[in-house]
């Protein structure tokens, strides 16, 4: 059974840290791509940062220089090292796994955990 269980959200204020991790079980192959979107009310689903399984990274421009994201292939888990926090961080983050099974792409969820940040 795939599972994708994201923690460490939570409520902070404005310029401080938080931690998010994300560990993926079950899944039918060797994940490709992991990392994190977010969406805030009202907004759409953005993609926040993923780390594919060589290395490379995708982050917003948003969060450049802020915001790291790590992995650990071995567990299928992946970590968001947020800094400077800012109000308009304040979203649900997802976590998304992606796996190829032949020429299909599949997107495995989380179901989310919230990130507030007060000014």
């Known amino acids: 059974q795939v599972q994708v269980m994201e923690s460490g959200g939570g409520l902070v204020q404005a310029g401080g840290s938080l931690r998010l991790s994300c560990a993926a079980s079950?899944?039918?192959?060797?994940?490709?791509?992991i990392g994190w979107y977010r969406q805030a009310p009202g907004q759409q689903r953005e993609l926040v940062a993923t780390k594919s399984s060589g290395g490379s990274t995708d982050y917003a421009d948003s969060v450049k220089e802020r915001f790291t994201i790590s992995r650990d292939n071995a567990k299928n888990t992946v970590y968001l090292q947020m800094n400077s926090l800012k109000p308009e961080d304040t979203a649900v983050y997802y976590c998304?796994?992606?796996?190829?099974?032949?020429?299909?792409?599949?997107?495995?969820w989380g179901q989310g955990t919230q990130v507030t940040v007060s000014s």
């Open positions: 079950g899944m039918p192959t060797v994940i490709n791509t």
């Open positions: 998304n796994a992606r796996v190829w099974i032949g020429i299909t792409v599949r997107d495995y």
